[in-house]
């Protein structure tokens, strides 16, 4: 097995998401203090419980008319669709407000979310990654293997952060723990399949000494033009 090549692989992951958190972490103090210096005496705002209030009292008047409407002589015109009119009115913005103020989201949520998962990818799977293949631990590599498939947001953070399909870098962990004569066709096509470079790394190191270009195809017989 090409260990330092394959640690070479891991090491520059973890720079990476290493880089990533400090980017977060800065652009989370910067955005706090942006929002210290420009943040004045707290002030609530009570539009909504105005809008409320008149919507109620319009809609108690509206109820008055339709009762005076009924008592009241033929002749006489009550503005019920009046009523009614500004009843709709005051309504829309109410109703606006109460479906637009949960979709408000803090300032730095993106950087805050992105941050906790890189912190995840980084502890949850390429530290341990790098003790398994530090150690030739294969029983490791199958542990690590199960904790992709049964920790949900694990997976979701290594998706999201481009880490690789969580499931296909599974399978070839297992793959690669188990590896025996007679599998080297099914470690070089998951080799053409994984998008995850130090994973992608530990499989051709099972192929090179094989007589594999590590792209899944034997390098005995090529022609080799001079």
């Given at each position: 097995m090409e260990k330092e090549g394959v640690l070479e692989e891991i090491d520059r992951r973890i720079k990476r998401l290493q880089a990533e958190i400090e980017i977060a972490e800065t652009g989370l103090r910067r955005i706090e203090e942006l929002g210290a210096r420009a943040k004045g005496p707290e002030v609530k705002d009570y539009s909504p419980?105005?809008?409320?209030?008149?919507?109620?009292?319009?809609?108690?008047?509206?109820?008055?008319?339709?009762?005076?409407?009924?008592?009241?002589?033929?002749?006489?015109?009550?503005?019920?669709?009046?009523?009614?009119?500004?009843?709709?009115?005051?309504?829309?913005?109410?109703?606006?407000?109460?479906?637009?103020?949960?979709?408000?989201?803090?300032?730095?949520?993106?950087?805050?979310?992105?941050?906790?998962?890189?912190?995840?990818?980084?502890?949850a799977f390429y530290e341990p990654l790098r003790r398994a293949v530090e150690r030739d631990d294969r029983k490791a590599l199958e542990t690590l293997a199960d904790e992709l498939l049964r920790n949900p947001p694990l997976a979701s953070a290594i998706e999201r952060l481009g880490e690789g399909d969580p499931k296909v870098i599974a399978y070839a962990l297992l793959l690669y723990a188990n590896f025996r004569d007679g599998l080297e066709n099914e470690v070089a096509e998951t080799v053409e399949r994984i998008h995850n470079k130090p994973v992608k790394a530990l499989l051709q190191s099972l192929l090179k000494p094989k007589g594999y270009n590590g792209e899944g195809r034997s390098i005995e017989g090529e022609d080799h033009e001079v």
């Open positions: 419980y105005y809008l409320a209030g008149m919507l109620l009292w319009f809609a108690i008047g509206l109820v008055l008319l339709v009762v005076i409407s009924k008592r009241a002589p033929s002749g006489v015109k009550i503005p019920t669709g009046l009523y009614a009119l500004m009843i709709v009115a005051f309504s829309v913005p109410l109703a606006y407000y109460l479906l637009t103020r949960e979709r408000k989201e803090e300032p730095g949520k993106d950087l805050l979310e992105r941050e906790r998962m890189a912190r995840l990818v980084l502890k």
